[in-house]
């Protein structure tokens, strides 16, 4: 089997381009894009196969897998726009498995937040928010999140006066210092009851 690569051993990291499906097929640990992009999956030394045709990325030991589409993400709400919450991830995971993180900013679409009509995003999620999504899509250029399911949606949230952590009581979110009352998509993994 003959092996070629640039370097004697060229490292590379997960979203790494690797080669073109013309040249080579993706094979272990990479895959290949709708633009027939090559890369790699995972943390490793690459390697193009002459006689297979195939690029793949031979793994460290300790191999870790990136995030990826069907993942779920644990975000913190930075800020709130008109039709879509921005969030940093800080973990995520996929069959119970932890994945890295390379591109920690995310966003929630106003049509991705639930399966009803949501006429603001403002009236489902907050700054500060703490978040549970499944991840859509991963672009170089940011991640796309939703929250439809029963079990996504905000897990820990604060009140908007006091900033102290809401309690959930009967199915509403109760700021135990004012008494408010605040509305949000909250998910069945809600912390505070």
Do not use: W
């Not at 199915?171 to 998509?185: A, I, V």
Request: proline residues 3%.
């Amino acid at each position: 089997m003959e092996v070629f690569s640039l370097d004697k051993q060229e490292l590379v990291f997960p979203g790494s381009f690797l080669s073109f499906e013309e040249e080579f097929m993706a094979g272990k640990n990479s895959y290949s894009d709708d633009d027939g992009k090559v890369f790699a999956e995972s943390i490793g030394y690459k390697a193009l196969d002459a006689q297979t045709h195939e690029a793949s990325v031979s793994s460290l030991k300790d191999e870790k897998k990136i995030i990826q589409r069907g993942s779920i993400a644990i975000c913190v709400v930075s800020a709130i726009k008109p039709n879509a919450a921005l969030v940093e991830i800080k973990q995520a995971e996929r069959d119970g498995k932890s994945l890295v993180v390379h591109n920690s900013m995310a966003s929630i679409s106003v049509r991705n937040i639930a399966n009803n009509f949501v006429e603001s995003v403002s009236d489902t999620y907050r700054a500060g928010d703490i978040v549970r999504a499944r991840v859509m899509e991963v672009t170089p250029y940011g991640v796309e999140l939703e929250t439809k399911s029963p079990d996504l949606g905000v897990i820990k949230a604060f009140g908007t006066r006091s900033r102290k952590p809401l309690i959930l009581i009967d199915g509403k979110l109760r700021d135990p210092s004012t008494g408010d009352s605040e509305q949000r998509k909250i998910s069945s993994f809600y912390m505070l009851r």
